[in-house]
Every structure is written in C-alpha cells, then in structure tokens.
C-alpha cells in the first residue's frame, strides 16, 4: 500500500498575498470549491486577524466548503488565535496553524529574544490554541536557516504541547534539496515524539528549489506539502501543487500517493490565473501553454510513433485532451502530413514534398502556423498542379 501524503493547499494565504493577487470573498469561494473539488486535503483560507475581509473570507469559506479541513493562519499571539477560532466557527474541521521564527535572523533580530523564550511562546501558542481546537498546526518559520538541534526541541516541544502538524518552512527558498531532506530525516530521528505528528513541508522558490525542495522533505518523512495552485506566494512563489502531485504520480516507485483528482488540475490552474490575474510562463511544468507542446522536427516524428518517446505525463491526466504540434520553421514532414491529414488532406510523396516546400518559406517568416495558411498552402499547390 503506498503511503498517502497529505495536501495542504495555500494558493488562498500565502498565494493571496502576492501584489495584485488579491481576490473578494466571492471569488475566493469559488477558487476553495475548486479546490475541494481537486481534492486538496486542507484549505488554508486566510490569515483572519490581519484584516476584516481576510476574517469574512474564513468565515464565508468555512461555511462554504464540505470536507476539506479548513485552517487559518495566526502569529503566535493570543488575540490573533482568539480571531482566527472565532472564524473558524463554522468549520466541519478547523485547524489553527500558528508559529514563530526559529532561525538566528528572526529570533535576533525580528523578535530580539532568545531561544529559550521562543521556544515558551511557541508552546504556549499550541498550548491556547488546543483550547479551541484539535487539530493544530505549528510553523517553525525560517526553519530552512535553523539550526537543527534547536529546531528539533521546539518540534519535540510543541508536539508534547498537542500540535497534530508541525510545519518546516524554507521560508526564504535557501535550501538545496539534500539538505532541506537532512533536515527532515535529522527531525524523523532526533525528535522523540514526531511519529504522534504529522511534518509538513512549506518551501519557497527563490532559487527554484521549492518542488525539489518539497519532494526530498516527502522521501525523508514528511507526510503533509503544502503548496499553491501554479506556485504563486511571496516573492517567487511557493512549492505548485500541480509539479508535487504529478511529481508523485509520476513515480510510482517512491511509493506516495495524494488525494488529488489530477483530471482537474488543468482547469483549477486556469481559474486562480485568472481570478487572480496571474499569468503563467508559457514553459511553466504542467500547466504552461507549451508543456505539451512539440515543435522541433525530431521530437514530433517521435510523439507522432509513440507519445512516450518525448512525454512522461498524459496531458490527459491533468485534464488537458491532447499534447499538440506546433508548425514552425523546425517543424519535419512527419509534424505537416499529420496537420494535414487532421484537416483531411491524405498528402503523400511528391506532393506532401511541394507543399512542405511551401511550408517551409511560409514558417521562415511566420512564427505559428495555423489552420487556416495550412488550407491556403494545400489550396495554391494543387491550383498550380491542376494549370
Ligand atoms: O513561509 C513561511 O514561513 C510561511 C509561514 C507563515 C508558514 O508562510
Ligand atoms: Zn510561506
């Protein structure tokens, strides 16, 4: 049986705090029934106490959305976990998720306290939340640059304090991938009670290391990623939900699976683009327009034999109907022939040869062919063969 990593999906927190990202409480509960209906095992629906529409959204999204558990952030502040509990009043299932720096950058100079003290408000903040509700999550923030001996007693800490999830943040994107999985085999090992918790992982892509990131956190232990829907959030972004799960999917011989109905991934992905306003890069693993796409003449001669020459994934998996060949200058009589043969011309031998010819001057100055030139192409060859 392979083991089920759980998906934490925070396109609607950290994804929302992106400049320009910012949706009404309307859009915000079509994109959690989205998600819900993606399968996300966890919506973290906002941060309630930094402003009163992030709280009406909580609320709004509580009532709104039937299975997944819904979480809101908080500092480790008691009027914060006050806020976001009350906001979590509708919830099915409620998760508190607080936390505080445990890295030497936030403890000196964010919080300017020491280790010991942070380490008492970080139980003491499990601790008040726990009166409100189970399930309670605890982030570590900046764990990615803390050192793993202190980090490992205020994991063991909070877990006796009652957190269900203990959150492992690279909240500035530093990690290389080994040593985000040192990390969590070091907590796996280290950490007495950790099997009465579930690790999470939360990594950000300043260095384009969140998925990697987040994959080597899985193989060492973790059993919860959290992510957002295109890899949206702060700065460049957070670890994308769709490169985890296809990641997972993928290989099967790490033996992880997810909740996730991949078969909707595609148009998720292109409801938070557009709610949000976000665009996403053409070459974006997935859910870019060109993640399907084949346009050298070598790769289509080999997708037109067997698709899994040049393809690991079936677009139709993540709910795209088909990978498509794209006409360009690069383009072989393989690619052409089958264009053609889509708009229902059977060309062969010296005649596919005359209008590849054509093809090809056309491609020099065009960049995308379309239907409609292949028509034109096809029509004025066989007007000069008939003269
Ligand atoms: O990146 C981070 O550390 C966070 C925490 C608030 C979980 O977003
Ligand atoms: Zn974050």
Request: net charge negative; proline share 2%; charged share 25%.
């Amino acid at each position: 049986m392979a083991d089920r990593v759980y998906i934490f999906d925070t396109t609607l927190r950290d994804g929302e705090q992106v400049p320009g990202c910012q949706l009404n409480t309307v859009e915000k509960i079509e994109v959690a029934k989205a998600l819900q209906e993606l399968g996300v095992d966890v919506i973290e629906a906002g941060f309630p106490v930094s402003s009163p529409g992030d709280f009406n959204s909580v609320v709004e999204i509580s009532k709104a959305v039937t299975w997944p558990t819904i979480c809101a952030l908080t500092r480790a502040v008691e009027n914060d976990i006050d806020v976001a509990a009350q906001a979590l009043k509708y919830a099915k299932r409620g998760r508190i998720h607080t936390g505080i720096g445990t890295s030497p950058y936030h403890i000196k100079y964010k919080l300017n306290s020491t280790e010991d003290e942070v380490l008492e408000r970080a139980v003491a903040a499990v601790k008040y939340a726990k009166r409100y509700v189970e399930d309670v999550e605890f982030y570590a923030e900046d764990a990615g640059r803390s050192d793993n001996v202190y980090l490992a007693r205020v994991v063991e800490a909070v877990i006796a304090a009652g957190a269900t999830v203990v959150n492992i943040p690279d909240t500035t994107g530093y990690c290389l991938p080994h040593q985000f999985g040192e990390k969590i085999n070091f907590l796996m090992e280290n950490v007495s009670n950790v099997h009465k918790a579930i690790l999470s992982t939360h990594c950000h892509n300043d260095l384009g290391m969140a998925t990697a990131n987040s994959i080597s956190g899985v193989i060492n232990g973790a059993r919860q990623v959290e992510v957002t829907l295109n890899g949206i959030g702060e700065r460049a972004g957070n670890t994308s939900l769709e490169e985890v799960v296809m990641t997972l999917k993928s290989h099967q011989d790490l033996n992880l699976e997810t909740n996730i109905k991949t078969q909707n991934i595609y148009k998720t992905s292109r409801l938070v683009s557009t709610l949000m306003n976000m665009p996403v890069q053409a070459n974006k693993a997935i859910v870019g327009r060109n993640a399907f796409a084949h346009s050298s003449g070598i790769h289509q001669d080999g997708v037109l034999k067997n698709r899994e020459t040049y393809e690991i994934i079936d677009p139709e998996d993540v709910g795209i109907k088909e990978s498509s060949i794209v006409l360009t200058a690069r383009s072989g009589r393989a690619a052409l022939k089958h264009r053609l043969e889509v708009l229902g011309y059977i060309l062969e031998g010296e005649k596919l040869d005359e209008v590849y010819q054509e093809f090809l001057k056309l491609a020099d100055k065009k960049k995308d062919i379309k239907e409609d030139d292949l028509l034109v192409l096809v029509g004025e060859v066989e007007k000069t063969d008939s003269h």
